[in-house]
Nanobody, 121 residues
Framework: QVQLVESGGGLVQPGGSLRLSCATS????????MGWYRQCPGKERELVAT???????NYADFVRGRFTISRDNAKNTVHLQMSSLTLEDTAVYYC???????????????WGQGTQVTVSS
């Protein structure tokens, strides 16, 4: 079983910064991609940023230039550095990992429980 635990959320003022982290544990053979999604109040969950095993990244337009995703392949962790936060960034942020648990298994999606980010003055 694969477990993901997010940390780093909290309350921040507009214009501030936060760094989210997602630690993985359990039986992981390989990770294909890691990413962050968010669910703003009253809205559907949406992609924020992803990073693949080779280091390539993809960002949603609304965070490009403000957020940076990074991963530590040795520790199977992924981070999201968020800056210039706005009220609209208030959301529950979820970590997602696309991974195999064995050499014979297919790719599966694993989700963390989410961490709340609140941007408020």
């Amino acid at each position: 079983q694969v477990q993901l635990v997010e940390s780093g959320g909290g309350l921040v003022q507009p214009g501030g910064s936060l760094r989210l982290s997602c630690a993985t544990s359990g039986s992981i053979f390989s990770i294909n991609a890691m990413g962050w999604y968010r669910q703003c109040p009253g809205k559907e969950r949406e992609l924020v940023a992803t990073i693949i095993s080779g280091g390539g990244t993809n960002y949603a337009d609304f965070v490009r230039g403000r957020f940076t995703i990074s991963r530590d392949n040795a520790k199977n962790t992924v981070h999201l550095q968020m800056s210039s936060l706005t009220l609209e960034d208030t959301a529950v942020y979820y970590c997602k990992v696309v991974a195999r648990v064995s050499v014979l298994s297919g790719l599966s999606n694993y989700w963390g429980q989410g961490t709340q980010v609140t941007v408020s003055s």
